[in-house]
Every structure is written in C-alpha cells, then in structure tokens.
C-alpha cells in the first residue's frame, strides 16, 4: 500500500512537470505582445539571479547583498570584448562567467569564509560599491557613467537571435539548466553541509564538515550563476551601464529571496515575478517604488519572514530579525492600548 503511494505521489509529480513544461513552451505561442515577452524574459533572467542567491543566502543562511557587482563583471566582460574585441557570444559567454566565478571567489576566499552574520552583509555590499566606482571611473575601458552601448546579440552557430520569442526559449534553457545545477547541489551532500552551517555552525565544524570552504564553493558557485545571469542582460539589453550595478539593484536582489522564500527555488521565482512585474503594473507611481518595495519587505517581515514559500527553521538569520520585528511591533501596539 505504501508502495503505491510513492508510485502514484511520482506519477503526479511528473504529470506536474509535463504541464509546467507544456505552459512554458506555450506562453510565446498565447502571449503576442512583444513588449508582454520582453518583460517576461526580463523575469527569466531575474530567476537565475535569484536562484542562484538563494543558494548562499537561502539555503547557506549567509546575508550575501553584493550580487551586481557579479553580474556587473559578467555584463560588462560581454560587452567590452563584443563591442571592442569583437569576439562572438561562444567565446564572451564563458570568459564572462570565468571572470565573475573568480571575482565571486576572491570575494570569498577573503572576506566571507572568514566572517559570519550582518559582517558578510556590509563586506558584500562595499564589495560592490567598490567594483560599481571601478565601472564608473575605468572611463577608457568601461565607458564610465555613459556605459557601453550597442552590444551585440546573441549569434550561435551562424543563427542570430533578433526576436524577442526566440531569446524567451534560449533564456528558458538557461533557467531550467540553472534550477537542475542547484536543486542538485541542495540534494546533495554537500547541499546537507551548506544547510547544517546554516543552522548550526559550531555544530557543522564539530562534525568535521569544513565550514571555511563550504562557505566559500558555496559563494563562488552563487556568483557564477549571477554572471551567467548577467552575461545573458548585456546581449539582450544591448546596453551595460554602472547604474544597473548600484546597490539597489543587490538589495533588490535579495529582496526577491526574502518575499519568494529563503531556501526554496520556487519561492526564488516567485519572488523575482513579483518585483520584475511591480514596476510595470504600477508605472504612474514609478517614483515610489523604493517606497513601496521598502513596506513589502516590513510586512512580510511581520507576517511571513520566511518569505511565502520558505522552506527554512527559526535559527535562519532573516527569520530571526522578522520575528524581532514583530516581537517589537507586538509591544508598541499592547502598549499604545495600555495608554
């Protein structure tokens, strides 16, 4: 009887795969509007950047807000050997995401395998002003405040990709390859690692898992997504400028894990649609989107800190300051009724 259980469990399982499948494939064929599929290629890209944070922040537990700088060094790799260089995408592809993987990895090696908590936050956030200010002033190589315009698109084997369409099915190939590597290494043995320093570092060393450099292949597997990520933003956007690196775009970044769901790749997802597709629903009120991404973020804070498909314990980091807030928030108002 059991049995049978997990074989029916698995047959609904894979008939949810073959749907998701088929509506995927479809939504080129339903949705006619290019701009609708501009935005949702847009969505697509956001996806392997969340993903591929949720991995360090989710699942790792590590306060990681730097991320552009990444995908910074992957958009602008693309973009200066395609624009100056004029080498082809199979060749700016991987040196981009090469660049970023070892920068990712410098990153790391330095500063977050040795630290811990709200540390990993600011060294990951002046990390990417640091390389932000580079972009900006390296006038001669990057451009500097003008930016890197009319990169080329994608060309493979002879075949360019010049619609909207065909970059939605290429960039769907990406995501679903990015989704596979993770969900991989978070079912892994070493993903059971990442995890047991999530919840308990002192405990993880005890065991004799080798906390240092968990945390730092765990980070530099993080930023080599990020760079896929933004290698694929350069070809499509045909534009790199330092303002799409700043830190607001890194907290962005992570605002998407934090209202999706730490530690859940679906949630990774939802949460990068709902803040790619914010701006766009509300455009009149374009101005206040800080604003409004700012009450979010309080809210889920207080409600659901976790995020809304979250799949992590009280001991995770964010967990712990959402329900501080709300412990604090519980008092204000007991003691504005006491008055």
Same mark, same amino acid.
């Given at each position: 009887m059991l049995e049978n259980f997990f074989r029916e469990k698995n047959k609904r399982r894979y008939a949810g795969y073959a749907l998701t499948a088929l509506v995927l494939l479809c939504i080129p064929l339903v949705i006619t509007n290019?701009?609708?599929i501009r935005v949702i290629n847009f969505i697509i890209i956001y996806c392997i950047i969340s993903v591929s944070i949720n991995l360090i922040g989710g699942y790792g537990g590590q306060l990681a807000m730097g991320h552009a700088c990444y995908v910074g060094v992957a958009a602008y790799a693309t973009a200066i050997l395609g624009v100056s260089y004029g080498w082809p995408f199979w060749i700016t592809f991987p040196v981009s995401i090469?660049?970023?993987?070892?920068?990712?990895?410098?990153?790391a090696i330095v500063c977050v395998g040795r630290i811990r908590g709200d540390y990993v936050m600011i060294v990951t956030m002046g990390v990417s002003e640091i390389t932000r200010i580079f972009f900006i002033n390296a006038v001669s190589l990057t451009g500097g405040p003008m930016g890197?315009?009319?990169?080329?698109?994608?060309?493979i084997f002879s075949f360019a990709f010049t619609s909207s369409k065909q970059y939605y099915y290429l960039f769907l190939i990406f995501l679903l390859f990015t989704i596979f590597v993770i969900r991989s290494i978070v079912y892994s043995k070493f993903g059971r690692a990442i995890v047991a320093i999530r919840e308990d570092e002192v405990a993880a060393k005890a065991m004799g898992i080798q906390v240092n450099w968990t945390k730092i292949i765990t980070f530099t597997i993080s930023a080599a997504f990020a760079g896929l990520a933004g290698a694929l933003l350069a070809h499509y956007n045909r534009f790199v400028g330092p303002m799409q690196f700043d830190l607001d775009e890194g907290l962005l970044y992570f605002q998407m894990i934090i209202? %999706?769901? #730490? *530690?859940?790749?679906?949630?990774?997802?939802?949460?990068?649609?709902i803040l790619v597709l914010i701006p766009e629903l509300f455009r009149g009120i374009a101005e206040y989107r800080t604003i409004f991404y700012g009450l979010i973020m309080v809210i889920m804070m207080?409600?659901?800190?976790? %995020?809304? #498909? *979250?799949?992590?314990?009280?001991?995770?980091?964010?967990?712990?300051?959402?329900?501080?807030?709300?412990?604090?928030?519980?008092?204000l108002f007991k003691h504005k009724g006491a008055e």
């Amino acid at each position: 009887m059991l049995e049978n259980f997990f074989r029916e469990k698995n047959k609904r399982r894979y008939a949810g795969y073959a749907l998701t499948a088929l509506v995927l494939l479809c939504i080129p064929l339903v949705i006619t509007n290019g701009y609708h599929i501009r935005v949702i290629n847009f969505i697509i890209i956001y996806c392997i950047i969340s993903v591929s944070i949720n991995l360090i922040g989710g699942y790792g537990g590590q306060l990681a807000m730097g991320h552009a700088c990444y995908v910074g060094v992957a958009a602008y790799a693309t973009a200066i050997l395609g624009v100056s260089y004029g080498w082809p995408f199979w060749i700016t592809f991987p040196v981009s995401i090469l660049l970023a993987t070892i920068y990712g990895f410098l990153t790391a090696i330095v500063c977050v395998g040795r630290i811990r908590g709200d540390y990993v936050m600011i060294v990951t956030m002046g990390v990417s002003e640091i390389t932000r200010i580079f972009f900006i002033n390296a006038v001669s190589l990057t451009g500097g405040p003008m930016g890197i315009p009319q990169v080329p698109g994608i060309t493979i084997f002879s075949f360019a990709f010049t619609s909207s369409k065909q970059y939605y099915y290429l960039f769907l190939i990406f995501l679903l390859f990015t989704i596979f590597v993770i969900r991989s290494i978070v079912y892994s043995k070493f993903g059971r690692a990442i995890v047991a320093i999530r919840e308990d570092e002192v405990a993880a060393k005890a065991m004799g898992i080798q906390v240092n450099w968990t945390k730092i292949i765990t980070f530099t597997i993080s930023a080599a997504f990020a760079g896929l990520a933004g290698a694929l933003l350069a070809h499509y956007n045909r534009f790199v400028g330092p303002m799409q690196f700043d830190l607001d775009e890194g907290l962005l970044y992570f605002q998407m894990i934090i209202i %999706g769901g #730490l *530690g859940s790749i679906s949630g990774s997802i939802l949460g990068a649609a709902i803040l790619v597709l914010i701006p766009e629903l509300f455009r009149g009120i374009a101005e206040y989107r800080t604003i409004f991404y700012g009450l979010i973020m309080v809210i889920m804070m207080v409600v659901k800190p976790q %995020g809304l #498909l *979250g799949n992590v314990g009280s001991d995770h980091v964010v967990v712990r300051f959402g329900n501080a807030i709300k412990r604090s928030v519980t008092r204000l108002f007991k003691h504005k009724g006491a008055e």
